[in-house]
């Protein structure tokens, strides 16, 4: 077993968050997509055939892309992420975890969801933190 330092538990909470991370570029990417893609429908609908819908055309497909290669990642991640909760060994943590770093819910959400005050949750949160900090030094995904 390892010893467990505060900066260890910090380590695990930056690693079960890069999926939240990757979404958010995610969305963006997506984002940058739909506009590209509606103002070349807007283009081709006005009858223009210029530079400017050649040039969109190639922004929406570098866009098109980005946003896969986020989603890989994202889905990658995401894998990742969930066998490391699935290995916590406590199952109220597993499920504080999994609703924070999976399912993106706030504190507030997860005590609503499993009607607890949210002050125990930020409790169990930091346990299964330290929880996951030990599975991940296990593993040597990092030091504790």
């Not at 509606?38 to 946003?67: C, H, I, N, P, V």
């Amino acid at each position: 077993m390892y010893a467990l330092s505060r900066a260890g538990t910090e380590k695990a909470k930056v690693f079960l968050a890069q999926g939240m991370e990757t979404k958010r570029q995610m969305m963006l990417a997506h984002a940058r997509l739909d506009d590209a893609m509606e103002r070349l429908r807007l283009l081709t609908a006005a009858g223009d055939d210029t530079e400017e819908k050649k040039r969109l055309a190639g922004m929406m497909q570098e866009e098109e892309e980005t946003f896969l290669r986020h989603l890989c990642s994202l889905l990658d991640k995401e894998k990742e992420i969930k066998s490391t909760i699935l290995k916590v060994p406590e199952g109220m943590q597993r499920t504080v975890l999994e609703m924070r770093y999976v399912h993106h819910y706030s504190y507030f959400d997860i005590a609503e969801k499993m009607q607890l005050d949210e002050r125990h949750i930020y409790r169990v949160h930091n346990k299964a933190l330290k929880a996951a900090a030990l599975v991940l030094a296990e593993e040597g995904k990092i030091t504790a």
